[in-house]
Every structure is written in structure tokens, then in C-alpha cells.
């Protein structure tokens, strides 16, 4: 485990797992709750996050990240600020849960990923619900989704759900055994 792993992991362990019953996005019950927010809102845990990620899909050829609003929107700032430090160039994109009534109309903002390889995040995954949903978003504004990619995943079928339902491959960082969950 490279140092700038073990330190997010620790960051995530100290500051992001909190223990009691909660409600998940996707309904289910938890005894403790993975808030991710905690780790990619925060000023020393945020920059571990870019470079972890990277490291991470350093394999696969994408020059955009993002996924649906609000998990993934610090996530892919995380990345893109990370890929700057290292001399690379990458853009960041924010997927609406609805495209917007004015303006523009769009439901996939910031730069045109249209023709584009790109990276969908999130920060951390139980059914893959909110990844699936952005994959269909990029998909429909013209993109090619290399991989789906989040911080933790807690282990509930999110990877052979996203492997199915949307044909790509599903990494994360960390699991929740790596947490010390059960």
C-alpha cells in the first residue's frame, strides 16, 4: 500500500465512517454509514482522493471525469486538480438527476464530452444505482464510458450490477473490509 493510500485510508477510517442506523440512497438499511463527503469536502483528505483514484485507473485512456451531482462532483475535482500536479490534462463533467427547464437544457454540464472517453465516479457505491444513472446520462450526450470508478464500495452487488446492466468495468479504492466493516 503506497503511503498516499494508506493516509486516504486512514483519513476515510477517522473522519467518514459514522456507526448507527442509517438509510442508504438505495433503501437499504446500514449500522453505520460511509460519508465520503467528509473526506472529499475536506482540505487534506480531498488531494489523497485525486491521487488515489488516478493511481488506480492509470490503465485506462479517458480525458474527462465526472457522474451524477453531488457524490461525484468533488470526486472528479479531486481528480482533475490531481491530474494537473502531474502534467496531465483532464476535464471534469457534472450529471443532473434532471436535465434543467432553461438555459441550455442540458443535463450533462461542463465540458462537451460528446465523442469523448470518460471516467464515471462516485464516492462510494452499494448498488451502483447513482453511477448507472450517470452512465446513461454521458452515453445519451454522446461519450464512451471506459470504466466506472468510486472510493469505497460496500460490497452489496454494485460491480456485477454495473458490469451487466451498463457493459464497463467497475473499480474502487477501498472496501469495506479494508474499513474494518462488516
Do not use: C, N, W
Request: glycine share 10%; charged share 25%; aromatic share 4%.
Amino acid at each position: 500500500m503506497s503511503d498516499v493510500r494508506g493516509e486516504l485510508l486512514q483519513q476515510i477510517k477517522d473522519k467518514a465512517v459514522v456507526h448507527g442506523k442509517v438509510t442508504l440512497s438505495s433503501g437499504l438499511e446500514a449500522d453505520y454509514y460511509i460519508d465520503l463527503r467528509r473526506i472529499t469536502l475536506d482540505g487534506t483528505a480531498a488531494p489523497l482522493v485525486g491521487q488515489v483514484l488516478l493511481d488506480l485507473t492509470a490503465d485506462l485512456e479517458f480525458d474527462a471525469v465526472g457522474g451524477l451531482t453531488m457524490g461525484a462532483d468533488p470526486v472528479a475535482a479531486s481528480m482533475l486538480h490531481a491530474a494537473a500536479a502531474r502534467g496531465r490534462s483532464l476535464d471534469a463533467f457534472v450529471v443532473r438527476k434532471a436535465a434543467k427547464a432553461h438555459g441550455l437544457q442540458k443535463r450533462v454540464e461542463g465540458p462537451d464530452i460528446a465523442g469523448r472517453r470518460v471516467l464515471v465516479v462516485e464516492d462510494t457505491s452499494t448498488t451502483g444505482g447513482s453511477p448507472l444513472t450517470a452512465v446513461e446520462a454521458v452515453r445519451e450526450a454522446g461519450a464512451h464510458v471506459v470504466a466506472v470508478v468510486t472510493i469505497v464500495d460496500r460490497a452489496t452487488g454494485a460491480a456485477e450490477i454495473i458490469q451487466d446492466k451498463a457493459g464497463v468495468p467497475y473499480r474502487f479504492a477501498y472496501s469495506k473490509d479494508d474499513l474494518g466493516l462488516d
